[in-house]
């Protein structure tokens, strides 16, 4: 079992930055693929970044290449996304999520291949 926290969300100005946080717990921490997904309203929930059990593999969707950074701790059973450069469409809630059994850097985008979600942090970016 794994519980995930989010916390770091906020409002800012396009051209800003803001690091959001996620707490977990439970054993299975360090096994486990974390990804950052985000859902904007009347959208479908997507994927934003995805980091392996070591750190050493990071992934991330083309609309945030270059802008924002996945990073965890696994002594401190955090993952964290620094977002750089905002846009007010990167406004939405934004989701962490644990993934046990990895099947491939093709299956990371996938919602229904993450086993536990937190319950979001509102990013709203303005003009």
């Known amino acids: 079992q794994v519980q995930l926290v989010e916390s770091g969300g906020g409002l800012v100005q396009a051209g800003a930055s803001l690091r959001l946080s996620c707490a977990a717990s439970?054993?299975?921490?360090?096994?486990?693929?974390m990804g950052w997904f985000r859902q904007a309203p009347g959208k479908e929930r997507e994927f934003v970044a995805a980091i392996g059990w070591s750190g050493g593999s990071a992934y991330y969707a083309d609309s945030v290449k270059g802008r924002f950074t996945i990073s965890r701790d696994n002594a401190k059973n955090t993952v964290s996304l620094q977002m750089n450069s905002l846009k007010p469409e990167d406004t939405a809630v934004y989701y962490c999520a644990a993934n046990l059994y990895f099947r491939g850097a093709e299956s990371l985008a996938a919602r229904n291949e993450y086993n536990y979600w937190g319950q979001g942090t509102q990013v709203t970016v303005s003009l």
């Open positions: 439970g054993r299975t921490f360090s096994r486990s693929v």
